[in-house]
């Protein structure tokens, strides 16, 4: 198409533009997500001093790593084209920039995807390490392994729809494809699941902690809201889905395709914020302290003062302990339940209330949900201090 050809086409269509938009979104919502991740690696590495395979995995999928090269990849592709209708593009840019444009989208999509897997998988590891029961082992394991196996195949489908998978974004290779509908149907299907998986993992806190006696009603409450933040995630899932349609398009694919572009890495920013949230309780502590004034002083003394009661309690506890151990019988402040029979005794170390927490859950006629196999004691303390580090 000649630019001559343009001339029976409006101004308004001709310069109509998705691409500072999507741009706009894209690099705002990653720079968003990168700066909650370095918070988290710096809460996790230097305030508290742990980090685990669910962080690994967050800073795996991280904006600097997989999200940025996909904003990168989407702002080149909006730099040859990418945002307006396809005819324009045609007859104002090279029949190489559309090709490569195509491609770059292509590639951007299969990030976006990795990214969005990794983050839902690195919050499901972060309850795998709290989970108490098996049946909530073995969703977990199910949701961290379909995920991605979800997500491996959308990433896969994008390239070989086609037999000749340069016929995607080359229009002077011909090659059998699958019908567009098809395409569209399977697509759909595999994002309503992952769908699905957004808010199991919103869903699953709830049933983790409301069944625990340790732990207040507010704590509960507290706890799970700051886990299910994810569910925001799948509300933006929901209106990505609708969008897919423009996978199956051909027709003005340039202009269509955009929503579903800034969508995808917004949904993508929100898994990783929400599973970043709930670790960031010291650095908020620290800001709420610095914005109350005297009264956060006040507040911080009293904590203090509650925090040396506590250490000094726990010393009179563990001194009994060893005096007991002494006599040939183990103290209060060690108890632990190994084998699921008996009563938990209270803990008084700064990690042994969370200990109880996730050590054993069970009613009068015994363990709530599926059976969950005996818990050591250093089995039952890593995860009070998981819980603590993380979320109180």
């Known amino acids: 198409m000649a630019p001559e050809e343009l001339d029976h086409l409006s101004r308004d269509y001709i310069h109509d533009d998705r691409g500072p938009k999507a741009i706009a979104v894209l690099w705002t919502t990653s720079i968003l997500a990168a700066a909650f991740v370095i918070c988290r690696c710096y809460v996790r590495t230097c305030v508290r001093n742990v980090f685990g395979a669910d962080d690994a995995l967050i800073v795996a999928a991280a904006p600097k790593v997989l999200l940025f090269c996909y904003a990168a990849l989407i702002d080149v592709a909006i730099s040859r084209g990418m945002g307006r209708h396809t005819d324009v593009v045609l007859a104002t840019e090279s029949a190489q920039h559309y090709t490569s444009v195509k491609l770059l989208d292509a590639a951007a999509q299969s990030l976006v ?9 690195a919050f499901a590891v972060t309850l795998l390490r709290l989970g108490v029961t098996r049946c909530i082992r ?60 957004d808010f199991a993992l919103a869903l699953l806190p709830w049933i983790i902690l409301f069944p625990l006696q340790s732990l207040s009603q507010t704590q509960k409450v507290g706890i799970a809201i700051a886990m299910s933040l994810g569910i925001i995630a799948g509300g933006t899932s929901i209106v990505k889905t609708r969008h897919l349609v423009s996978f199956g398009s051909t027709e ?18 929100l898994i990783l914020i929400a599973a970043t949230i709930p670790t960031l309780k010291p650095l908020l502590s620290a800001l709420t302290r610095a914005l109350g004034g005297s009264n956060s002083e006040e507040s911080h003394q009293l904590q203090q003062s509650a925090s040396v009661v506590r250490v000094t309690i726990s010393g009179l506890r563990r001194n009994n302990s ?34 109880g927490i996730l050590e054993t859950r069970r009613t009068g006629h015994g363990r709530e949900g599926c059976s969950a196999g005996s818990t050591s004691q250093e089995e039952s303390r890593e995860r009070g201090r998981i819980l603590d580090d993380s979320y109180r």
């Open 322 to 355: 060893r005096k007991e151990r002494e006599r040939g019988r183990e103290g209060q402040w060690s108890a632990v339940v190994a084998n699921g029979e008996g009563p938990v005794e209270d803990r008084a170390s700064d990690y042994q209330s969370d200990s």
């Open 252 to 269: 003005d694919f340039t202009y269509t395709h955009m929503p579903l572009i800034w969508w995808a890495g917004t949904e993508c920013s």
């Open 138 to 197: 073995v969703v977990l394991w199910f949701i961290i392994v379909s995920i991605n196996i979800v997500h491996v195949l959308l990433s896969l489908f994008i390239f070989v729809r086609c037999k000749d998978p340069r016929a995607i974004w080359m229009h002077d290779v011909k090659s059998v494809c699958w019908d567009p509908r098809a395409f569209v149907i399977v697509v759909m299907v595999l994002a309503v699941y992952s769908t699905i998986v």
């Open 113 to 121: 995807l990795v990214a969005c897997s990794l983050g839902k998988a």
